[in-house]
């Protein structure tokens, strides 16, 4: 090994950055983990619904690994996310705001779930990207409605846990309605987490799992939103909450989570020989904020190569600007770019594990290098222009360090790798 910051070259650095990121959807991909997490088959019907972006590379692992189950049912993923499944349907709905494929998709998960027995399964596929995907409005409310709250919700800043308590409560197969249709039907959920913390019921907002904050007082965030909510969803989040009646046991299984893929990712770095410091996989927050804090971890002298990893969701509030191109990610890479201003011997790659990148037109993420802001100012670009205007996608595309990777069926949330060289030349 050779320690000066000669040995990184701009070509092995981005190298590394990306082996580190295919590391970590590969440690997520349905075809690789499925099979070993499977129930026995049951004695009667075997039915298989789910939501997500991994959802149809689920139904094809399922498929692949039950050949002699006599399978039937459908999965829902986001437009460009399906994957052939043979003996299961694969449907289509957009994300991140719902459209009226998403509500048949719900419709249709519920009619396959009505008339079971006991001695039937429901094997329920669950990943991010869910709640959009398969969209029922709670009586009183309209597809339209729901499309208004994401919207709202897209834009306000709000962690991913209080949107999903608000989009349970707006639904009528969300927080466990699913599985209490399915009943007596025995069903077993997997899920790739893409949430911080892995908490299973709020991955695709809970469709098998019993809402856990079904008596939660929504009624600060309905009146912070008020303005941009329609007055049905308004009403029902300012009505007095009901717990949640009790639940038979709930038998869920992590195929994938985020802490296991960062994991992943490190054994790359740790196999040439480079230090990693993993600084969580459930940090939250703007955006912006999080890029100028990891800027002040990578100032930090090393001796040798080490790679700082952390994964969780971040969030960029709009409060009304008009954004441009771009998502958390890429407006997390342009932030941690200007608060290092140039630093020698600091590349980073900032990316969805999903691909898709927030509105960024198509791009996972974006990679950074000590010379990005020379590059940029050579091409009369203002990094913090393109920052004030969430316009992240645009400054990258220009620089063409866009993170271009296409679906990748599945979703473990952000990966953000660092790596810090010895600053010895």
């Known amino acids: 090994m050779i320690p000066s910051a000669l040995a990184w070259s701009d070509a092995r650095a981005r190298d590394l950055l990306r082996r580190m990121f295919d590391a970590a959807v590969g440690a997520a991909d349905p075809a690789r983990i499925l099979a070993g997490h499977l129930p026995p088959p049951p004695k009667g019907r075997c039915v298989v619904v789910g939501a997500g972006k991994a959802a149809g590379a689920m139904a094809a692992a399922v498929d692949a690994a039950w050949p002699e189950v ?21 449907l289509e709905a957009a994300h991140p705001v719902p459209d009226a494929n998403s509500e048949m998709a719900a419709r249709e998960m519920m009619r396959l779930v009505q008339g079971l027995t006991s001695d ?15 969209a029922l409005p709670a009586d009183g409310l309209t597809l339209a409605d729901k499309q208004a709250v994401n919207r709202a919700l897209l834009a306000s800043g709000l962690d991913i846990r209080t949107m999903n308590a608000i989009r349970r409560r707006l639904s009528a197969i969300k927080g466990g309605k699913l599985a209490a249709a399915a009943s007596p039907a025995r069903v077993v959920t997997l899920c790739i987490s893409d949430i911080p913390g892995d908490d299973v019921s709020a991955i695709a907002s809970g469709p098998t799992i019993p809402d856990p904050e079904a008596g939660r007082d929504l009624s600060e965030f309905a009146d912070l939103l008020k303005d941009r909510l329609p007055a049905a969803a308004y009403e029902r989040l300012r009505a007095p909450a009901v717990p949640a009646p009790p ?18 990712a490190a054994a790359v770095a740790r ?8 600084l969580g996989d459930d940090l939250e927050g703007e955006s912006r904020a999080l890029g100028v804090l990891m800027a002040a971890c990578a100032r930090r002298p090393v001796s040798r190569p080490q790679v700082l990893l952390s994964g969780g969701e971040t969030t960029v509030t709009l409060a009304g600007k008009k954004a441009g191109r771009g998502g958390r990610n890429t407006e997390f890479a342009l932030s941690l770019a200007l608060a290092l201003q140039g630093s020698a011997g600091v590349w980073a790659l900032a990316a969805d594990t999903d691909g898709e990148d927030g509105a960024s037109g198509g791009s996972a993420g974006a990679v950074i290098a000590p010379d990005t802001l020379a590059r940029a100012k050579a091409a009369g670009l203002s990094g913090g222009v393109h920052l004030e205007g969430h316009d992240s ?16 069926c599945t979703n473990v949330n952000d990966f953000r790798a660092i790596l810090v060289t010895p600053r010895d030349v």
């Not at 049912?73 to 043979?86: D, F, N």
């Not at 039937?120 to 398969?134: F, K, P, Q, R, W």
């Open 70 to 90: 006599d399978l039937e049912g459908a999965v829902v993923a986001p437009y460009g996310y399906g994957r052939p499944a043979p003996r299961i349907r694969v």
């Open 120 to 134: 039937d399964l429901v094997l329920s596929l669950i990943s991010g990207g869910g709640s959009a995907v398969m």
């Open 247 to 264: 639940s038979p046991a709930v038998d869920v299984r992590l195929l994938a989570t985020p802490g296991g893929c960062l994991e992943a």
């Open 271 to 278: 196999a040439e020989g480079i230090e990693v410091e993993i």
């Open 393 to 408: 996608g645009g400054f990258f595309a220009a620089l063409d360090d866009l993170l271009v990777t296409g679906p990748t």
